[in-house]
């Protein structure tokens, strides 16, 4: 038996997850076995959760700083401690980035360990996020040391006088946190060059930006009918994982997990590949010197 953590959306909860992803857990079977994590964070009803639901609701996060993102990975990582073995990891939406942002930040504090999960599944991903202050540091130090207009009046700006890293990584900031800002599932001022203040300027992960990728099996699903600010935030964050065994999946809805029985058995056919590849990598990672290896295509 697979067992998978599974990480809930902003302002909603593990009681909510369980119920998005019931259609596809039902469909996979005994096979897996889930485990729902509430996050530390209790809010107000997030968007688009549905009005039966009484709450207490909850975020991972409060925020998206170095700090605040560190103490939630913080928090993930002694969950799995305290009830591994993990196999998987599932997210929706903020689940979905501090997945992703949890997978990388693994990588970059232990080298060469294996990670903790041998797959994901990322479901309507927003952007990930580092909590380390190298992170683009000289990029954000040049931002801050500039008297462009686009930094002036962030995030309402024309970005195309920035030199390109800077023009990429303003940009992105500039379209996670709009979006954010406008569904109201961030409610803090978003002009953050505003303290000229590295500390809080939210290290928002772009591919083009970060040369290390998951080194995992990866499953994205997104909804053609999503806004095309958070399906440009989903493709950019396939975009942090290792192509060669990343999957994508495009359901006919919007920001959610798909209830169609053409799309749920789609996806059981690719968890099922990222399982099996994942659990094959790590069995070849493990293996002692001079045994017989798989070959991989």
Known sequence: MKRVLA???????????????????????????????????????????????????????????????????????????????????????????????????????????QLPFEFAVLFSSISAFSPSKTCYESIIEDLLNQDFPAIES????????????ERIFAEYLALTFTVANNMGSFTEPINFFQQRNQEVIPRVLHHSLTQDRIKIPTVHVNGKGDLSAMSAQSRLVCGLCD????????????????????????????????????????ALHQAPMGTPQRQFS
């Open 7 to 113: 990480l809930h959306g902003v302002g909603s909860s593990a009681e909510i997850v369980k119920d998005q992803l019931a259609p596809l857990t039902r469909e996979l079977g005994p096979r897996y076995e889930f485990v729902y994590l509430d996050g530390a964070v209790e809010r107000e009803r997030g968007p688009e959760i549905a009005p039966y639901y009484l709450g207490p609701f909850y975020s991972y996060t409060r925020g998206y700083t170095m700090a605040e993102i560190r103490e939630a990975l913080n928090g993930i990582d002694q969950f799995v401690n305290d009830n591994g073995p993990l196999h998987g990891v599932f997210g929706f939406s903020q689940g979905a980035s501090l997945a992703a942002s949890y997978l990388l930040d693994y990588q970059t504090r232990k080298p060469g360990t």
């Open 154 to 165: 962030f995030p309402e700006a024309e970005f195309n006088e920035l030199a390109e890293p």
């Open 243 to 282: 192509q060669s065994l990343a999957r994508v999946h495009h359901h006919p809805g919007g920001h959610g997990v798909p209830t169609n029985l053409s799309d749920v058995k789609t996806l059981v056919k690719m968890i099922d590949w990222a399982s099996i590849e994942g659990a094959d990598r790590r």
